[in-house]
């Protein structure tokens, strides 16, 4: 099994800055895409930023140019940098991975996700 573990939230003034981190941890062969994913109350999930294996990066729109993702291989960890924060990016922020783990002479690969950080931009 594959556990990620968030941390980095927390309440922070309009035009601040909050660093998120993911470490990944368990029976993990290799590691391919990561994403941090956020959700606002009564609002669906959805993706702020990826990062591929290889380093190729995707944003959405409200948040190119502020945030910035990254990865570390070698720590199985994936950060999410954030500049310039505003109340609407005040939401629950979820890491997301793709392992491959290897039992029993299998190789298998699933999508994993965090318990969630919140994060939480003040006016």
């Known amino acids: 099994q594959v556990q990620l573990v968030e941390s980095g939230g927390g309440l922070v003034q309009a035009g601040g800055s909050l660093r998120l981190s993911c470490a990944a941890s368990?029976?993990?062969?290799?590691?391919?895409?990561m994403g941090w994913y956020r959700q606002a109350p009564g609002k669906q999930r959805e993706v702020v930023a990826s990062?591929?294996?290889?380093?190729?990066?995707n944003y959405e729109d409200s948040v190119k140019g502020r945030f910035t993702i990254s990865r570390d291989s070698a720590k199985n960890t994936v950060y999410l940098q954030m500049n310039s924060l505003k109340p609407e990016d005040t939401a629950a922020y979820y890491c997301?991975?793709?392992?491959?783990?290897?039992?029993?002479?299998?190789?298998?690969?699933?999508?994993?996700w965090g318990q969630g950080t919140q994060v939480t931009v003040s006016s």
């Open positions: 368990g029976t993990i062969h290799s590691l391919g895409a």
């Open positions: 997301q991975a793709e392992a491959v783990t290897y039992f029993s002479g299998h190789f298998n690969l699933n999508e994993y």
């Open positions: 990062i591929s294996r290889g380093g190729s990066t």
